[in-house]
């Protein structure tokens, strides 16, 4: 089966600084997605960024990157020049490639909660 | 992108009676929605899977005949907390799949439910 896992329930910084978020997960798939989505006070969850494991560059959007290291099964979200609006939990998800007609579930981890401080 | 309403956003009943949520994909089909239940300070609990047209595929410890699932159109399925009861109370959150080889869910903004 697979997990996620999120080791930092809480992290705290100030404004403009660049901030990383860990993530590790566990699987026996060679095919699979991984994703940060953010959940802000109002929780409605946004997709942040989405990583496909074929891939080797790294995923960017804007100020949001990741490294993705297959081997270590790690994939860490570094948010640079933070603001106060990327105040959240962040979870990551696996999901594992499962065909077209397949479930397409999310394995979740446990969250962190990141606040960027004025 | 994508957007996924769900209704109501927010509801209070009393313990016994039953509650519907409903979720809508609104300018795409979805042809797999999932329902989720959070928890304060939590991650997200997967309730049930629904493929349109079919029963839906509860996970283990999910009660079928208590959250009753319907995905009848391709843009709408519906949660029924039958019978709810204050331990029933918290965030349910739908999320919808477009297409057949779409690999990204589009969440709707949640559900909470309050059974006093």
């Known amino acids: 089966a697979q997990t996620v896992t999120q080791s930092q329930p809480e992290m705290s910084v100030q404004e403009a600084e660049t901030v990383t978020l860990s993530c590790t997960y566990d699987t026996s798939e060679n095919n699979y997605y991984l994703f940060w989505y953010k959940q802000p006070p109002s929780r409605q969850m946004i997709l942040v960024i989405r990583?496909?494991?074929?891939k080797q560059q790294n995923a960017t959007e804007n100020r949001f990157s990741v490294n993705f290291q297959k081997a270590a099964k790690s994939f860490s979200l570094k948010i640079s020049d933070s603001q106060l609006g990327d105040t959240a939990m962040y979870f990551c998800?696996?999901?594992?490639?499962?065909?077209?007609?397949?479930?397409?579930?999310?394995?979740w981890g446990a969250g962190t909660k990141l606040i960027i401080k004025p | 992108g994508a957007v996924v309403s769900q209704h109501p956003s927010r509801v209070i009943c009393k313990s016994g009676t039953s509650v519907k949520i409903e979720c809508r994909s609104l300018?795409?089909?979805?042809?797999?929605m999932f329902w989720y239940r959070q928890f304060p300070k939590q991650s997200l609990m997967l309730m049930a899977t629904s493929n349109e047209g079919s029963k839906a595929t509860y996970e283990q410890g999910v009660e079928k005949d208590k959250f009753l699932i319907n995905h009848a159109s391709l843009t709408l399925s519906t949660l029924t907390v039958t019978s709810a009861h204050p331990e029933d109370s918290s965030f349910y959150i739908c999320?919808?799949?477009?297409?057949?080889?779409?690999?990204?869910?589009?969440f709707g903004p949640g559900t909470r439910l309050t059974v006093l």
């Open positions: 990583q496909e494991a074929y």
């Open positions: 300018d795409f089909q979805a042809t797999t």
């Open positions: 998800a696996f999901m594992k490639h499962a065909g077209v007609r397949g479930n397409y579930q999310l394995i």
């Open positions: 999320s919808a799949r477009a297409g057949t080889s779409g690999t990204e869910q589009f």
